[in-house]
């Protein structure tokens, strides 16, 4: 099942009622003279077994703990953005699987040789999906990048990953010659960065459901970090985000502000279509199928994490 995704722009007071998540809008409520109709219009419910994902995104939201507490019993990943606009905060379930130790332990026992195996092939599945995401959004040839990815070794031990990206981001936007994937940057680096926080929301609360703990990566590190893993499995899934990005860029025809349209149309990221196991499949559901993969691997069940492709 398709999760919803809940975005706030806007001053809200929410609740929780009968596992409805109720949204009552302050600004209307408190205006004496309006009709009953138009006042009850500004209540909405929402069940919560229907959403995956909530993002706040204003200084003037109230949420309850008894919705809050409701949220984490379903795995709702909730998302809270700072002054600007950018998601800053997740909050996700301490347990969101039966067998949460025992997963646990068979990813904290997880060899070297075999993460580093893991890492090759996310290296490699992320290379051929900008290779095609570069030739469909500018028609730039890729056979180099095809074959930088046959040239990953065990653990990106030559860094291919960083030799496909500059060639990669050098291509990408050919609307801006001078562009520069920067996190500070100048657009479109600002929608990218809301387009990957809002993919790492969706890997890491998969990875939760799916038993695993998001901060223990197979390559990231970081000790101030707390979705390595999050971070190592959304790299494939990035250039789904990039062409989004690019489509966006392209229909808006210049420098874009991050504005509450734009954020709407990245939004949608969750539901886009990939091709996951040989069939095509919603980016929420493809992520879904790929951290259970990765259990398997964890468990030796498997050697290979199921990645998604271009439809």
């Excluded at 109709?37 to 204003?58: M, N, Q, Y």
């Excluded at 929301?201 to 799916?210: E, I, Y």
Aim: proline share 5%; aromatic share 8%.
């Amino acid at each position: 099942m398709i999760k919803k995704t809940l975005y706030f722009g806007n001053p809200a007071y929410l609740s929780l009622k009968d596992d409805q998540l109720v949204v009552r809008l302050p600004e209307v409520e408190k205006v004496d003279d309006l009709p009953e109709i138009i006042r009850k219009s500004a209540v909405r419910t929402i069940p919560i077994e229907d959403i995956g994902f909530v993002v706040l995104d204003h200084r003037q939201i109230t949420i309850t703990h008894g919705l809050i507490e409701k949220l984490l019993d379903y795995s709702v990943a909730v998302m809270s953005c700072s002054c600007n606009g950018m998601p800053q905060g997740m909050l996700l379930p301490l347990a969101g699987n039966t067998i949460q130790n025992e997963r646990f332990r068979s990813q904290l026992d997880a060899s070297v040789p075999l993460k580093k195996q893991l890492w090759q092939q996310t290296v490699q599945r992320k290379i051929e999906n900008q290779a095609i995401a570069l030739a469909r959004c500018s028609g730039i040839e890729n056979r180099c990048m095809l074959t930088w990815s046959d040239e990953v070794k065990s653990g990106d031990s030559t860094n291919v990953e960083a030799r496909a990206a500059v060639y990669y981001w050098k291509n990408f936007f050919p609307m801006f010659p001078d562009f520069i994937r920067n996190r500070e940057g100048d657009c479109p680096n600002n929608l990218l960065n809301y387009g990957y926080a809002i993919l790492r929301a969706v890997v890491a609360r998969s990875l939760v459901v799916s038993g695993l703990l998001p901060t223990l990566g197979i390559h990231h590190h970081n000790r101030y970090n707390a979705y390595c893993l999050a971070d190592d499995i959304m790299e494939p899934y990035r250039p789904f985000v990039d062409e989004l990005v690019y489509n966006i860029v392209n229909e808006l025809d210049g420098n874009i502000e991050l504005d509450r349209s734009v954020k709407a149309k990245l939004l949608v990221i969750p539901t886009l279509d990939v091709k996951i196991n040989e069939r095509k499949s919603p980016l929420m559901i493809a992520v879904g199928q790929t951290t259970a993969s990765l259990v398997k691997c964890f468990r030796g069940e498997m050697r290979k994490i199921s990645y998604p492709e271009f439809v």
